[in-house]
């Protein structure tokens, strides 16, 4: 459970005795709440040697036993907080046997509860919290309220583990109920977890019920209920209550920032992260992980590059969660030499890390690199889950490497992974993008379950870089018929329409939106310049240096005429004069960010910007001869993956 801070677990007797001190002191060096740093653990030197013990006795359960008998003929079980900490250490032990020596060392008649709730406290926090369960259905006396601190804990815990066919609402309601039972429901501190638990369970309403039944919330619970509504999207409840809050601790400053990032909402996180530093609050790993996701999202890479170097200028371990951030922060802001850097530099990397790594090649066009950087992960003993699978599939796909995707789709069913409605968008796309067109159909009529909005969206692509107008209307047909008001997909399909000079075909689907209430989203491009992020829509001229943005592309188009290029129109919906075509497609949203990097940014530093929106044909080749007529590097995310043009051509190869 979080919410525990400055109270402390004690044992259920009130007469005290040398047992019960030395239970409290110990109690108090392992509470941990909200996320809140627990005291180190070598300030205990009880702990200390007793876990250094267990360590070295895992080699076999014979050594195990050797070190039970040293306890037991040392005296140290003898109390209770003694033995408490021998089970707790053995509980908190990833090993099986480990768990399976404590069970049997629980007491079935104790004169308190101290061992049995520290055990149930370290299954609470440990990788398992579900076996936390069993151990508060056996426990042998009447639960008092720390029991349930724990048993709370342990479901929110529950709730972020990827633990199939488990119902999480249920589980928190059930603690609910048994506490309610018990008499410990009207506990502070156990109505504080309940705050947490509901929240992590998607239960934002049993959340804010339970939250208006505390008297008088703390700091923690109100951290709690921050946590709550930011995590459930209500950002904007969530920060009118820690506006409110008379004091925020570090906890309450790193749940706000979260919850911007969760919706979004990252250029609020990366402002309300200054604020945090201003403030003076204690930045931990926590807080640093979403920044640098927020950081991911905006393609905000100087931003993200001072937070690396935060973490080495503090002397910070760059943990196996940090060091994932860091390499999916770098993939997303195109900067991949940096990604691999830190990937070979950790020391420790785990599925996710690995994930993070294949995907950012993928997104970044290096199809090989990504299968070849999958095989390693194999090597590495690392087994792949199906997130990996994807990141593969589409590595494939973007690079054109059809037979290498079908053989790690057959691999990903030999290895027990049951493909989902991702990995079957990801076959489609990979045959349709490639040309397969008739391989893409035969795949979709032979999966065993029904197509998704990712399958048909894949087909209508396909269908506009090979220019089929019947296939193209086949495939949105059947996608409207899942996403009414799709876009993208209307705008595409427009496309195909006005690609091919049918009108009438761009003007039925502009009525067919009309009428729906479909929207198009407006071109939007991000260029980070000095760590400040700017914004650019089409057709925009209220940047403050508009004149100079102007005077550039003049300047870039009379360059670019000189080199023979000619604006490809195709793409614009309306027919009207060819001349009015190139004037609305001049302002795309991508060229006055591109526009604003020549500007303002030296010759010899890279343009990044990143689009909302897949980058149209026009905008491609115009980039293209830009990156060679004013020798610049230029990195540019669209909707879909990363562009990097350099002399004239794109890592793409005109493959997107």
């Known amino acids: 459970m979080n919410q525990r801070e400055k109270r402390i677990a004690s044992p259920v007797s009130r007469t005290p005795s040398a047992d019960h001190t030395a239970s409290s002191r110990w109690l108090r060096k392992q509470s941990s709440v909200g996320g809140r740093e627990m005291l180190p653990r070598h300030r205990n030197p009880l702990l200390h040697d007793t876990t250094a013990l267990v360590a070295a006795s895992s080699s076999s359960e014979h050594h195990l036993r050797e070190l039970h008998a040293h306890l037991l003929v040392s005296g140290r079980l003898a109390s209770s907080s003694h033995h408490a900490v021998f089970l707790a250490t053995l509980a908190s032990s990833s090993l099986d046997r480990h768990l399976s020596y404590a069970g049997c060392l629980l007491p079935q008649r104790p004169t308190t509860l101290l061992v049995h709730n520290s055990f149930l406290r370290s299954l609470a926090r440990g990788h398992r919290p579900h076996l936390a369960f069993a151990a508060f259905r056996d426990l042998p006396l009447t639960p008092d309220n720390y029991s349930f601190t724990f048993l709370v804990r342990a479901a929110t815990s529950l709730a972020t583990t990827e633990m199939p066919a488990v119902n999480v609402s249920l589980v928190a309601g059930s603690v609910h109920a048994s506490a309610l039972r018990y008499g410990h429901a009207a506990d502070t501190y156990v109505q504080s977890g309940f705050v947490s638990m509901y929240a992590a369970a998607g239960e934002l309403g049993a959340a804010r019920a339970a939250f208006v039944e505390i008297a008088s919330p703390d700091v923690v619970c109100v951290t709690a209920m921050v946590g709550a509504l930011a995590t459930s999207g209500e950002v904007d409840a969530a920060r009118k209550m820690f506006d409110e809050m008379p004091q925020r601790d570090h906890v309450a400053w790193s749940a706000m920032i979260a919850g911007y990032v969760h919706s979004g909402r990252s250029r609020e996180a990366l402002g309300l992260f200054d604020g945090m530093r201003n403030a003076g609050a204690a930045v931990g790993e926590v807080t640093l992980v979403s920044v640098l996701t927020a950081c991911a999202q905006l393609g905000a890479l100087e931003r993200g590059?001072?937070?690396?170097?935060?973490?080495?200028?503090?002397?910070?371990?760059?943990?196996?969660?940090?060091?994932?951030?860091?390499?999916?922060?770098?993939?997303?802001?195109?900067?991949?030499?940096?990604?691999?850097?830190?990937?070979?530099?950790?020391?420790?990397?785990?599925?996710?890390?690995?994930?993070?790594?294949?995907?950012?090649?993928?997104?970044?066009?290096?199809?090989?690199?990504?299968?070849?950087?999958?095989?390693?992960?194999?090597?590495?003993?690392?087994?792949?889950?199906?997130?990996?699978?994807?990141?593969?599939?589409?590595?494939?796909?973007?690079?054109?490497?059809?037979?290498?995707?079908?053989?790690?789709?057959?691999?990903?069913?030999?290895?027990?992974?049951?493909?989902?409605?991702?990995?079957?968008?990801?076959?489609?796309?990979?045959?349709?993008?490639?040309?397969?067109?008739?391989?893409?159909?035969?795949?979709?009529?032979?999966?065993?379950?029904?197509?998704?909005?990712?399958?048909?969206?894949?087909?209508?692509?396909?269908?506009?870089?090979?220019?089929?107008?019947?296939?193209?209307?086949?495939?949105?047909?059947?996608?409207?018929?899942?996403?009414?008001?799709?876009?993208?997909?209307?705008?595409?399909?427009?496309?195909?329409?006005?690609?091919?000079?049918?009108?009438?075909?761009?003007?039925?689907?502009?009525?067919?939106?009309?009428?729906?209430?479909?929207?198009?989203?407006?071109?939007?491009?991000?260029?980070?310049?000095?760590?400040?992020?700017?914004?650019?829509?089409?057709?925009?001229?209220?940047?403050?240096?508009?004149?100079?943005?102007?005077?550039?592309?003049?300047?870039?188009?009379?360059?670019?005429?000189?080199?023979?290029?000619?604006?490809?129109?195709?793409?614009?919906?309306?027919?009207?004069?060819?001349?009015?075509?190139?004037?609305?497609?001049?302002?795309?949203?991508?060229?006055?960010?591109?526009?604003?990097?020549?500007?303002?940014?030296?010759?010899?530093?890279?343009?990044?910007?990143?689009?909302?929106?897949?980058?149209?044909?026009?905008?491609?080749?115009?980039?293209?001869?830009?990156?060679?007529?004013?020798?610049?590097?230029?990195?540019?995310?669209?909707?879909?993956?990363?562009?990097?043009?350099?002399?004239?051509?794109?890592?793409?190869?005109?493959?997107?």
């Open 305 to 656: 590059k001072w937070v690396h170097s935060y973490v080495h200028n503090r002397g910070m371990r760059v943990s196996l969660t940090l060091g994932t951030a860091l390499v999916d922060m770098y993939s997303k802001c195109g900067a991949v030499a940096a990604a691999m850097e830190v990937f070979d530099s950790m020391g420790e990397r785990n599925v996710y890390t690995w994930t993070s790594a294949v995907s950012g090649l993928a997104m970044n066009g290096m199809g090989r690199e990504c299968l070849e950087l999958f095989k390693r992960m194999e090597s590495s003993g690392v087994e792949p889950n199906g997130v990996t699978f994807v990141a593969v599939l589409r590595g494939c796909s973007v690079a054109g490497l059809v037979d290498e995707g079908r053989a790690c789709f057959d691999l990903m069913k030999n290895q027990g992974i049951d493909p989902r409605l991702e990995h079957y968008g990801c076959m489609v796309d990979l045959y349709a993008r490639a040309g397969r067109l008739d391989d893409a159909i035969s795949f979709i009529n032979g999966m065993p379950v029904e197509p998704h909005e990712g399958v048909w969206g894949a087909l209508l692509n396909a269908s506009r870089i090979h220019k089929n107008v019947e296939l193209g209307k086949y495939a949105m047909d059947k996608l409207v018929t899942i996403e009414s008001k799709n876009d993208a997909a209307h705008v595409l399909l427009s496309n195909i329409y006005a690609e091919s000079q049918n009108w009438k075909g761009v003007s039925n689907v502009r009525a067919i939106m009309k009428a729906k209430g479909v929207k198009k989203v407006p071109g939007c491009s991000a260029i980070e310049v000095g760590g400040k992020v700017h914004e650019f829509f089409v057709g925009g001229k209220t940047h403050p240096r508009y004149r100079e943005i102007d005077k550039m592309l003049a300047e870039m188009s009379r360059r670019l005429r000189l080199q023979g290029y000619v604006a490809n129109t195709k793409e614009v919906l309306f027919d009207i004069e060819e001349e009015e075509k190139e004037d609305a497609i001049s302002l795309h949203s991508e060229k006055l960010a591109l526009a604003f990097g020549l500007v303002v940014l030296p010759g010899d530093t890279e343009i990044r910007i990143v689009k909302n929106l897949r980058v149209c044909e026009d905008c491609h080749d115009y980039t293209k001869l830009i990156s060679k007529v004013f020798n610049r590097e230029i990195v540019m995310r669209d909707r879909n993956r990363f562009h990097h043009f350099k002399d004239g051509a794109c890592s793409c190869r005109d493959y997107w």
